[in-house]
């Protein structure tokens, strides 16, 4: 089985840096993603780790660390249009096969 | 074109009629999924579709009918729905049919209302 914790609510301001941690119990791991989702809207893809270290896309990052099992999703700059829910998810292979199994959620709100 | 698209947007149902989702992507790719999502919760994993062959059932009851018809359409029949499964019915798509993707492309989903 697996499992996926990350906190369920953030709150900043604008202009500030965020990060949504994630940690992961799986029996197999293939990398973690992460995904925004507004309000009403689909899920969007933003990163994706497999291998130790930061992974960089503009104003958001993503780092892991598998011996830790566990990663994180940094925004900068944080703009109101980042307010929206965040998943961390991960491959996981099961009987049916490999799955994309997604964490709860974080919901980032960001005010002016 | 980079769009995953679904039909319709909103559909409300009585538990005794019989009604079909659409997704379309003309993205060329080989795997196709479909997720129930309910409020404030993450997305499921229902079924996918690699290669436009059922590769994957997450034990969905059979009052859930899926249908790969081409590589570009995917479907979801539904019948005898109960009002638990209001939600909203995500389609997404990825690159490779030889595995799940971690990056996967989401249509705006059906919010399905059943009375």
């Known amino acids: 089985g697996q499992s996926l914790e990350q906190p369920s609510e953030v709150t900043a301001v604008e202009g500030a840096i965020v990060q949504i941690n994630c940690t992961y119990q799986t029996s197999g791991f293939y990398g973690l993603s992460w995904y925004q989702q507004h309000d009403g809207g689909a899920p969007t893809f933003l990163s994706y780790n497999a291998l130790d270290g930061l992974e960089e896309t503009g104003r958001f990052s993503s780092f892991l660390s598998r011996s830790d099992s566990y990663g994180y999703l940094l925004l900068q700059e944080l703009q109101m249009k980042d307010s929206a829910s965040y998943f961390c998810a991960v491959r996981e292979r099961g009987q049916a096969g490999t799955a994309l199994i997604f964490g709860k959620g974080t919901t980032l709100s960001v005010s002016s | 074109d980079t769009e995953v698209t679904q039909t319709p947007k909103h559909l409300v149902m009585g538990m005794t009629n019989k009604k079909s989702l659409k997704c379309e992507q003309h993205?060329?790719?080989?795997?196709m999924y479909w997720y129930k999502q309910k409020a404030k919760k993450p997305p499921e994993l229902m079924f996918v579709y690699s290669y436009e062959k059922l590769s994957i059932n997450e034990s969905v009851p059979s009052r859930f009918s899926p249908e790969c018809p081409n590589s570009s359409l995917l479907n979801l029949h539904l019948h005898a729905l109960q009002p638990e499964d209001s939600a909203l019915y995500l389609c997404?798509?990825?690159?490779?049919?030889?595995?799940?993707?971690?990056?996967?492309?989401f249509g705006p989903g059906t919010r399905l209302t059943v009375t």
């Open positions: 997404a798509s990825s690159q490779s049919g030889g595995a799940v993707s971690y990056e996967q492309y």
């Open positions: 993205m060329g790719h080989r795997a």
